[in-house]
């Protein structure tokens, strides 16, 4: 399912959540590598590494990967793994150079988490390396500082200030 899923709001017309295809995977190694201070490895991903992280990631159903567009241009990417105790984790979320602060990474996280809650479940969370900007980000998508990680944040989707919307998703897009 998660493989070919486009989910799409009804909130913002022409924000969409593509699942990542292999075209997109030159996008994502260079997006993570122009902004490695933020994310837990910090080491320079070759192209062998990102097809090696896309071989496991197809091995693995409840994990997914989209492409945020809006009027069908790209502009950063987000996902989601649903954990062994039942709640969700969201990471990789990146904007495209050049595409932050136009709202749709924002308006993209509150219709990802609108779908997990929808379809799996309410327990959303996600780790926030310390120092990292982007802690304003997630407070603003509804996420509340929950615990100290040591070298990170972890971040709890706060059920009294999300506010889910609407969406419409479907296989095979």
Same mark, same amino acid.
């Given at each position: ?11 913002? #017309? ?7 295809? #292999? ?11 122009? +902004? ?17 992280? !896309?071989? *496991? ?11 945020? %567009? ?6 950063? /990417?987000? $996902? ?5 105790? *039942?709640?969700?984790?969201? @990471?990789?979320?990146?904007?495209? #150079?050049?595409?932050?602060?136009? $709202? ?8 990802? /988490? ?8 309410? !327990? ?6 310390? $120092?990292?900007?982007?802690?304003? @980000? @997630?407070?603003? /998508? *509804? ?22 919307? %609407?969406? +419409? ?5």
């Amino acid at each position: 399912m998660n493989r070919s899923l486009l989910v799409s709001s009804r909130a913002e #017309p022409g924000l969409r959540l593509r699942a990542i295809v #292999p075209a997109d995977l030159e996008d994502l190694r260079i997006w993570k590598n122009a +902004n490695k201070a933020a994310f837990f490895f910090q080491d320079e991903i070759t192209p062998a590494m990102q097809r090696a992280w !896309h071989e *496991g990631y197809l091995r693995r159903p409840d994990d997914f990967m989209f492409m945020v %567009e809006r009027g069908g241009e790209v502009l950063g /990417c987000l $996902g989601f793994r649903l954990l062994k105790d *039942g709640s969700a984790d969201a @990471y990789n979320i990146m904007a495209k #150079p050049g595409a932050s602060g136009r $709202g749709a990474m924002g308006a993209a996280m509150v219709l990802m /988490c609108s779908f997990i809650q929808a379809r799996f479940t309410k !327990h959303i969370g996600c780790l926030v390396v310390k $120092g990292n900007a982007a802690a304003r @980000y @997630y407070a603003r /998508c *509804g996420y509340r500082a929950a615990a100290d990680g040591g070298d990170h944040v972890v971040f709890k989707l706060d059920a009294a200030a999300f506010r889910p919307v %609407e969406f +419409n998703a479907a296989e095979g897009a």
